[in-house]
T-cell receptor, first 113, second 112 residues
């Protein structure tokens, strides 16, 4: 049973518009979440994190929202750029020290010029 | 600064042959080290992690093994590869005081 789900395998967005990538989880003990971005044939790179004491964290064009009651988080990219085209992974852990992260299956984002 | 090296970048191996993928970390000590696999159409699956020299935890039963002979070295091995071992293998490290993984550049393994 997948503990971290990204139900949209792919998403296409026009350049300049908002990209919204969703992630759902089943383990109520998860309280720390990461988003990673991955280009083909490269390792994932860290984008942004959020802990359960917050419901929003912002870093430049990237904002992550957390709804603990719904066990749902989302990554917003505004404005979307062609260089944002990549696979985005959501990951979760029970705390940010010592526990291993569980990754979702990823969503492939295509930003169209 | 801390860096992570993973090699080789690509590898084509016949079924039944052995495997050895190496990962080293520089600029840190006592990191947590991880091996992940990304199979086609799937997410990142944790294979092994290590919190110290000689300490290996396996997350899923499989045809692979891992070893940590030195503090900053993590090796993924197999005695006999299967076709199903094909995939993209990623090494990652995580210092205890920081809150995210840093991944290596990955190894694309094709078993033929």
């Amino acid at each position: 049973d997948q503990q971290v789900k990204q139900n949209s395998p792919s998403l296409s967005v026009q350049e300049g518009r908002i990209s919204i990538l969703n992630c759902d989880y089943t383990n109520s003990m998860f309280d720390y979440f990461l988003w990673y971005k991955k280009y083909p044939a490269e390792g994932p790179t860290f984008l942004i994190s959020i802990s359960s004491i917050k419901d929003k964290n912002e870093d430049g064009r990237f904002t992550v929202f957390l709804n603990k009651s719904a066990k749902h988080l989302s990554l917003h990219i505004v404005p979307s750029q062609p260089g944002d085209s990549a696979v985005y992974f959501c990951a979760a852990s029970e705390n940010n020290y010592g526990q291993n992260f569980v990754f979702g299956p990823g969503t492939r984002l295509s930003v169209l010029p | 600064s801390q860096t992570i090296h993973q090699w080789p970048a690509t590898l084509v191996q016949p079924v039944g042959s052995p495997l050895s993928l190496e990962c080293t970390v520089e600029g840190t000590s006592n990191p947590n080290l991880y091996w992940y696999r990304q199979a086609a159409g799937r997410g990142l699956q944790l294979l092994f992690y290590s919190v110290g020299i000689g300490q290996i935890s396996s997350e899923v039963p499989q045809n692979l093994s891992a070893s940590r002979p030195q503090d900053r070295q993590f090796i993924l091995s197999s005695k006999k590869l299967l076709l199903s071992d094909s995939g993209f293998y990623l090494c990652a490290w995580r210092p205890m005081q920081l809150d995210s993984y840093t991944f290596g550049s990955g190894t694309r393994l094709t078993v033929v």
